[in-house]
């Protein structure tokens, strides 16, 4: 049980075009969703916060119009990046959880930039 | 700043060798300490995790070892071997869902 998927697994993208990547919760419902970014060889950083039905929290530093989160339902949420540039290229990992302290890690999307 | 303080950033061992991991914090609001194995490309996945009124936990081959009074605590990986070979976060979470990561352990089991 408790299994997060992410999609797409892997995105290359124009620079200037906007990507979406979607976080789902598939055998349970997700109070909270959390999205993530991590460089290479480095730990995970929160980006933002998202309960289903309300506006993502994003932490400092975080521009909240270039990375736009949707929480449509309990077990979707959504990242869209927009006008990505070369320095969006990320790892990109969703977690969501069901109430409770567990935190459960989709298997990330790789985002690159050309 | 950093909330949760890992050591050492890398680690190699010996097959069947003692692999520990050690982080600590400040905050005494945490009161639920994960810890995650992550291989490369993929999302980290919990392996073990603890409560502060347990002093340790064991599941396996992996304790974790928690001490209250010093803000610390380790994951210690018993037998240790090269599929073990991976990314160790620990992280430390609040009753808000916030959670915190330390900077990672990459551990080298060689054989």
């Known amino acids: 049980g408790a299994v997060v998927s992410q999609h797409p697994s892997w995105v290359i993208c124009k620079s200037g075009t906007s990507v979406k990547i979607e976080c789902r919760s598939l055998?349970?419902?997700?109070?909270?969703m959390f999205w993530y970014r991590q460089f290479p060889k480095q730990s995970l950083m929160l980006m933002a916060t998202?309960?289903?039905?309300?506006?993502?929290?994003?932490e400092q530093g975080v521009e909240k119009d270039k990375f736009l989160i949707n929480h449509a339902s309990l077990t979707l949420s959504t990242l869209t990046v927009t006008s990505a540039h070369p320095e969006d290229s990320s790892f990109y990992i969703c977690?969501?959880?069901?109430?409770?302290?567990?935190?459960?890690f989709g298997p990330g999307t790789r985002l690159t930039v050309t | 700043q950093q909330q949760v303080k890992q050591s050492p950033q890398s680690l190699i061992v010996q097959k069947g060798g003692i692999s520990i991991i050690n982080c600590a914090y400040e905050?005494?609001?945490?009161?639920?300490f994960p810890w995650y194995q992550q291989f490369p490309g993929k999302g980290p996945a919990l392996l073990i995790a603890?409560?502060?009124?347990?002093s340790e936990k064991k599941e396996g081959r992996f304790t974790i070892s928690f001490n209250k009074s010093a803000k610390q605590f380790s994951l210690h990986i018993m037998d240790s071997q090269p599929g073990d070979s991976a990314t160790y976060f620990c992280?430390?979470?609040?009753?808000?869902?916030?959670?915190?990561f330390g900077t990672g352990t990459s551990l080298t089991v060689i054989p």
């Open positions: 977690s969501a959880t069901a109430g409770g302290y567990e935190q459960y």
């Open positions: 055998d349970f419902q997700a109070t909270t």
């Open positions: 998202s309960n289903e039905g309300s506006k993502a929290t994003y």
């Open positions: 905050n005494t609001a945490f009161d639920y």
């Open positions: 603890i409560r502060p009124d347990v």
């Open positions: 992280a430390a979470e609040n009753t808000g869902n916030q959670f915190y």
